[in-house]
């Protein structure tokens, strides 16, 4: 597959992560407010007010309890080249026929939601182990009785549908069938095609799964050196983007722990994490199990140690070019210490200095660690203050929450003192201390293009409209296409405000500008008149 695949279905993935970023917020704020241990007898005592946050914890207990089709219609519609919402509605239809079609071969050898409940196993002979044990195979998804694959279901159903929009939605038929052509045909391929996707799923699954839950057996039994490794790559991967499919592995399959919870088996760090948050007393034990590979070992290096290293840059920059500096650290730093949003200071540094990639991986991953050995509870995506404030601090000292504030306060001196040192004694060419005359700033960019459009000016400096084929966004990265990466000039790019660039091939470039990405994003499309249908 090719690194362009790759790129777009991080990007996809990300889709519905954001909205689970936000709903956990929500559900972390009810369940704070839902607390008398926290918010005192009185407050909870208020019906009226309670009744509106059992709501919103419902909304968001929903959003989590429906991901495998939100990841389904996600894939569908980000892998899509032209005609998205087609492929987003074929994305829906192609979910519930895979999922109706293994209804239907389980019931045919008698496997229903009636005979395989943990009851009914134990009134046919099994013990209580082994009965739930069988039951937990199988669960209902939109009402259909099927297979646990969880988000895998939708990933791989959303994977099928997109490479048969991508295929046949501009396809001619016969002139007496012509209406059934084109974008219309992909609904009606689906159709046809799912169902045998969902029977060779039926045979394999079985084992897939069990491979599955063996990786996560190990990661598991590795204890804190499982946890390390995985911080490690987690960060190491940023690059690539490819970072976004580890962190899915681990929150959505058995990779990142097994539970059971309320009598339902919960496989993911994520899914563990929120379903044991929306119960009136969640077990701490199985929460950190689960949050060793979430937020928690993102907080010290993410509030702490980027901000640190991004103030170190700043007093390691050029005299003449220290204040720009200021301002472009100053926002990347607040963008890490808020959100987690790292990749404005990360790539200020990646390309420039292999040393220092090393030792941020290294020490991400010694985070991860260090929260896991003192049992730390902080969960949800991001790592940035409103995690550590929301699913820490506010929901008490049981989170061990003050583990991550103590740590993060040792990590911001020792990511100073090693970015000023090595920036200083290997003359690392970070902001502010490039050779050349490199302003970033608004007057370079409008001095390089008359009319002052930032849009136009990045165009440009990829080559004209031209050599751009496909332009995608995610958080922090411009994605593109192109035609010709040779010809991109990274300078003009940089003096657009672009904190760096990355090359994947011959076609597909990156380009980091942070979260104000969102608004560019459309001024290059109007630039380079794409249209993303």
Known sequence: MSKDFWQRLGKALMTPISLIAAAGIFLGISSVLQNPDIVGETFVSFTVVQHFIGIVRALAGAIFGNLPILFAVAISFGLAKKDKTTAAFSGVIGFILFHITIQYLLSVNDITAATYSVEALIDSGMNELAATQAASQYESVLGIFTLRMNVFGGIITGLLVSFLHNRFHTIDLPTAISFFGGKRFVPIITTVTVPFLALLMYFVWPYFGAAIE??????????????????????????????HILNQIVRFTPIGGIAEIDGEQVVGALNIFNTSLAQDSPDMGVMAEATRFLAQGKIPFMVFGLPAAAFAMVKTALKEKKQEVKGLMSASGLASFTTGIT??????????????????????????????????????????????????????????????????????????????????????????????????????????????????????????????????????????????????DEDALKKTGAAGTLKLDETNYQVIYGPKVEKIAPQVKGAAHYHDE
């Open 343 to 488: 990749e404005p200071i990360e790539f200020s540094f990646i390309f420039v200095s292999p040393i220092l990639y090393i030792f941020h991986a290294f020490m991400a991953g010694l985070s991860f660690m260090l929260m896991d050995a003192f049992g730390v509870v902080i969960g949800n995506v991001q790592g940035g203050v409103i995690d550590l404030t929301v699913f820490g601090i506010l929901q008490g000292t049981a989170t061990n929450w003050y583990w991550a504030v103590i740590v993060g306060l040792f990590y911001a001196p020792i990511y100073y003192f090693v970015f000023k040192t090595v920036i200083e004694k290997r003359h690392v060419l970070t902001p502010g201390r490039e050779l050349e005359d490199d302003e970033v700033t608004n007057e370079s960019v409008n001095s390089s293009d008359p009319s002052g459009d930032l849009g136009t000016t990045i165009v440009n400096a990829l080559g004209g409209s031209q050599n751009i084929k496909s332009i995608d966004n995610c958080f922090t990265r411009l994605r593109l296409v192109l035609g010709d990466t040779s010809i991109v």
């Open 214 to 243: 063996g990786v996560g057996n190990l990661i598991a039994e590795a204890g804190l050196i499982g946890t390390f490794l995985f911080g490690f790559l987690e960060r190491l991967l940023v690059p690539t983007g490819l970072h």
